[in-house]
T-cell receptor, first 114, second 113 residues
């Protein structure tokens, strides 16, 4: 079974530029998560989708971050404009709809903002 | 709000040593508790979990027991190997539609041959 796919794996941009990350969850997984992992910290949820509806985006900095999940499958996370403090690894995870469904994580995208 | 506190790291052990990594949590209700592991160059993987008080999760020689009275979920292994070198994260998850994981800061374990 294929795992969660993310691209790109690495991205370096200058502050005030924009960037987009892509995630393809495990087939059949209705729930998709984006986490931000800053160096030395644990991952923090940015947004959770159930199919293509948003369940929780309370920690998403909506003035610069946006995310969508068209057709309830792939998802993109965008940052515009980026700030230095956005340097982090962005993790995508997916799970089945069951409340106890295990979350499977992708390899992450490491973003460096200069 | 909900939170997870892990002991400060890093931790360096010799092969075959006993391992304990402390984890305590603060949450309302009855969360499920998890340990995730991140090996060098790889993504986060679920190591073990426990969904109710007094449950013991186990996998690959690692164990952790859900202690509601002390709000703890300490990770233990009787004899570590070099291949156990990784970053370990304790996490909790509430039941319900919002099933996000709340993670601790993680701790780096290095095992010397």
């Amino acid at each position: 079974e294929a795992g969660v796919a993310q691209s790109p794996r690495y991205k370096i941009i200058e502050k005030r530029q924009s960037v987009a990350f892509w995630c393809n969850p495990i087939s059949g997984h209705a729930t998709l998560y984006w986490y931000q992992q800053i160096l030395g910290q644990g991952p923090k949820l940015l947004i959770q989708f159930q199919n293509n509806g948003v369940v929780d985006d309370s920690q998403l900095p909506k003035d610069r971050f946006s995310a969508e999940r068209l057709k309830g499958v792939d998802s993109t996370l965008k940052i515009q404009p980026a700030k230095l403090e956005d340097s982090a690894v962005y993790l995508c995870a997916s799970s089945q709809m069951s409340p106890l469904g295990e979350q499977f994580f992708g390899p992450g995208t490491r973003l460096t903002v200069l | 709000g909900d939170s997870v506190t892990q002991m400060e790291g890093p931790v360096t052990l010799s092969e075959e040593a006993f391992l304990t990594i402390n984890c305590t949590y603060t949450a309302t209700g009855y969360p499920s508790l998890f340990w995730y592991v991140q090996y060098p160059g790889e993504g986060l993987q679920l190591l073990l979990k426990a969904t109710k008080a007094d449950d013991k999760g186990s996998n690959k020689g690692f164990e952790a027991t859900y202690r509601k009275e002390t709000t703890s979920f300490h990770l233990e292994k009787g004899s570590v190997q070099v291949s156990d070198s990784a970053v370990y994260f304790c996490a909790l998850r509430k039941t319900g539609a919002n099933s996000k994981l709340t993670f601790g800061k993680g701790i780096t374990l290095s095992v010397r041959p």
